[in-house]
């Protein structure tokens, strides 16, 4: 009895951590700029691609983007699926996840 009431409360204060630090979307935009201009650094892009994509490609990023607001956490969709989410927050990006999970996918293969 006593280890459902503790479990209980501890799944409420989960919840009420996760609604009160849930990001906003100006947090979304600031990552999504930090993390664009991080991998701006890491690719070198040549002459024709840097005057077809010009050096905005973030803000014309975020504008397709669509900030959706759930109770316990935050979805960020673009042609309307699902390419971020939020919570605790922190942001992650789908394709970070894809992109890790199939690195190590390949590793495994590679030892068998």
Request: hydrophobic share 45%; proline share 1%; glycine share 6%.
């Amino acid at each position: 009895m006593f280890k459902n009431i503790i479990i209980a409360v501890l799944a409420v204060l989960l919840c009420a951590g996760a609604a009160s630090s849930r990001p906003g979307e100006e947090s979304f935009k600031n990552w999504y700029r930090q993390r664009a201009k991080l991998l701006a650094a890491t690719q070198h892009k040549n002459l024709l691609e840097k005057i077809f994509h010009g050096g905005d490609d973030a803000d014309s990023y975020l504008n397709r983007c669509v900030y959706k607001d759930r109770l316990l956490w935050a979805d960020v969709e673009k042609d309307g699926k699902v390419v971020c989410s939020g919570a605790f927050n922190r942001w992650v990006s789908y394709e970070d996840v894809t992109g890790v999970a199939a690195a190590a996918t390949a590793a495994k293969r590679a030892k068998s």
